[in-house]
C-alpha cells in the first residue's frame, strides 16, 4: 500500500506565476489536509477536504490560495500570482477516517520556493 | 489560547545514552497528542499517540512518553539512543474540537557516536 504521494517534490516559481500541488491520498483514505510549514517552524494547518467537499479551510488565506479534492484523481492545492512569502514546504495528510484520536499520514511535502 | 510548546529547538546525546525531548501543551479540551518523526526529505512518521487511555503510551523503535495533565506536558523518552534516531521531531496536538493538528516546532536529535 503506497503512503501519500506528494509532486512535485520541488517546485521553483517566480513572482506573479501560479503553483499547483499535488495529493494522492494512501489508497482507502478519503479525508485529506494541507499543511504550511515555514523555515524554523511547526507546520500549521490550512485546509481540510473531503472528496468533493472543503469541511474546514480556517487556515487558508483568504486571497490567492485554493484548494479542491474531486471526485477523481488527486487534491490540489493552488496558489495564484505567488510572492516570495509564499515560499515554504507544503505537506498533505491523509486519513481513512476523521477524529481527534486518529492519526493522519503524511507524505514527503512540496518544497516551494519563490524567486 | 491552544498550542503546542516544544521546549529545546536542538538536542545532542550521545550513542547509547537515554533521549528526552520536552513538550508542553495548552488546551481547554481533553487532549489527544502525538509525537511524529521526520527523516531529511521524507514524511512524517507516527512514534506515538495518547487518546485518553494509559497515560505511559509506548510507541515504534523503543520510544514512548508519558502524559501528565498536572505538568500539561508529554515528553518523549528512548533509554538508550541510536544513530538512525538522529532526525526532527514533531510534538502535535488535537487540542479543540475542529480538525486541525497543533503542531509544535520541532527538535532536532542529533546522536553522535
Known amino acids: 500500500n503506497a503512503g501519500v504521494m506528494q509532486n512535485p517534490r520541488h517546485l521553483v516559481r517566480r513572482r506573479g506565476q501560479e503553483a499547483r500541488l499535488r495529493c494522492s491520498p494512501m489508497?482507502?483514505?478519503?479525508?485529506v489536509y494541507w499543511y504550511r510549514q515555514l523555515p524554523e517552524e511547526g507546520l500549521k494547518f490550512m485546509v481540510y477536504?473531503?472528496?468533493?467537499?472543503?469541511?474546514?479551510e480556517s487556515g487558508m488565506p483568504k486571497e490567492r490560495f485554493s484548494a479542491e479534492f474531486p471526485k477523481e484523481g488527486p487534491s490540489i492545492l493552488r496558489i495564484q500570482q505567488v510572492v516570495r512569502g509564499d515560499s515554504a514546504a507544503y505537506f498533505c495528510?491523509?486519513?481513512?477516517?476523521?477524529?481527534?484520536?486518529?492519526?493522519?499520514?503524511f507524505g514527503p511535502g512540496t518544497r516551494l520556493t519563490v524567486l | 489560547a491552544q498550542s503546542v510548546t516544544q521546549l529545546d529547538s536542538h538536542v545532542s546525546v550521545s550513542e547509547g545514552t537515554p533521549v528526552l525531548l520536552r513538550c508542553n501543551y495548552s488546551s481547554s479540551y481533553s487532549p489527544s497528542l502525538f509525537w511524529y518523526v521526520q527523516h531529511p526529505n521524507k514524511g512524517l512518521q507516527l512514534l506515538l499517540k495518547y487518546t485518553s487511555a494509559a497515560t505511559l503510551v509506548k510507541g515504534i523503535n523503543g520510544f514512548e512518553a508519558e502524559f501528565k495533565k498536572s505538568e500539561t506536558s508529554f515528553h518523549l523518552t528512548k533509554p538508550s539512543a541510536h544513530m538512525s534516531d538522529a532526525a526532527e521531531y514533531f510534538c502535535?496536538?488535537?487540542?479543540?474540537?475542529?480538525?486541525?493538528?497543533?503542531f509544535g516546532k520541532g527538535t532536532s536529535l542529533l546522536v553522535t557516536p
Open positions: 489508497k482507502g483514505h478519503s479525508h
Open positions: 477536504l473531503q472528496k468533493e467537499n472543503i469541511i474546514d
Open positions: 502535535v496536538g488535537a487540542l479543540n474540537s475542529g480538525y486541525a493538528l497543533n
Open positions: 495528510a491523509s486519513s481513512p477516517q476523521t477524529g481527534r484520536n486518529d492519526e493522519q499520514f
